[in-house]
């Protein structure tokens, strides 16, 4: 399977023009954005949990990142509420579930093969520092290698910038507004941005908090 697979090409999905869609795990749908391969994909997926449901235990060989957007995320190393950021990379197993429920925004087989490096971040207490070259926006690194820049950004209300991806970006609002040339952006509409190109945005009158990765996408779009 080949979803917006052509990372020369800018995308925009609306969460709610996207339909849900079942998965193997019985009470686990899923949200597709992008996606080169089957059940065994490179993909970029919002996922939701109905209450009680779990997947089979499994070993991510091409690493597993992602945010928290609703409930309380689970597996064997604990409890993670909406904001919770995680990365376990390549060779990290585990039986992810949720008792209360939990939809989570997750990228799978999109690490380095030799990335060992857990990451466990509660974004909603990391403290954001004023970006020197972009007036009314402040972020907050997640995570940070040769490869790629993962990053929160807040936004304060009607700033505006032109936001350029030299090597390819994803934004996904988590919360507030955002509006992408003439499209109006909310709360998990996902952006992706292809190398070289750009987009004029603009935080929404009540601000916008955003995850954003840079850096990524330069290698696979030249293939």
Known sequence: MELNADFTKDVRIAYDDNPWRASPGAGVERKMLDRIGDEVARATTIVRFAPGSAFAPHTHDGGEEYIVLEGVFQD???DFPVGTYVRNPPTSRHTPGSEPGATIFVKLWQFDPEDRTHVRIDTNAVDTSAD????GVETATLFEDARE??????WAGG?????????GAEILVLEGALRSG???MGPRDWLRLA?????DLTAGAEGARLWVKTGHLRQIAEK
């Open 132 to 135: 020197v070259s972009r007036t």
């Open 76 to 78: 064997e190393d604990g």
């Open 149 to 154: 820049h993962v990053r929160l950004e807040v």
């Open 195 to 199: 190398p070289g190109s750009q987009s």
């Open 182 to 184: 003439d499209d109006q």
């Open 159 to 167: 700033t505006q910038h032109v936001f350029a991806a030299e090597d």
